[in-house]
């Protein structure tokens, strides 16, 4: 079975880091990239992050960029999210993705482009 896990989600202060973990197993050879999206209570998902799973090319989300970083360990078949310099604005649910295709992303994916998801994962930073 297809399962993704993220972990390493909490709570933080302003300023404070995090790194979120997601565990894949069972995943099809066909994955070309991973993705973190984000979504807090009464908003819709946002894409954060995305990795070309081929060359570990990231795209990040403008609210992101240069606070976060995405890496992976394909022999661990993990992807990394760091998160520094944490702002409340960062408070949401944190999900894992994979996707499938025919080619390797060039670009942030969106929600729609991806095949699997993990539960996620809360990420609390106060103020």
């Known amino acids: 079975q297809v399962q993704l896990e993220e972990s390493g989600g909490g709570s933080v202060q302003a300023g404070g880091s995090l790194r979120l973990s997601c565990a894949a197993s069972g995943l099809p050879d066909s994955i070309h990239a991973m993705g973190w999206f984000r979504q807090a209570p009464g908003k819709e998902r946002e894409g954060i992050a995305t990795?070309?799973?081929?060359?570990?090319?990231?795209y990040y989300a403008d609210a992101v960029s240069g606070r976060f970083a995405l890496s992976q360990d394909n022999a661990k078949n993990t992807v990394y999210l760091q998160m520094n310099t944490l702002k409340p604005e960062d408070t949401a649910l944190y999900y894992c993705?994979?996707?499938?295709?025919?080619?390797?992303?060039?670009?942030?994916?969106?929600?729609?482009?991806?095949?699997?998801w993990g539960q996620g994962t809360q990420v609390t930073v106060s103020s």
């Open positions: 990795i070309s799973t081929r060359a570990s090319t990231t």
């Open positions: 993705a994979a996707e499938t295709s025919s080619r390797w992303p060039q670009k942030l994916l969106s929600s729609g482009e991806y095949n699997y």
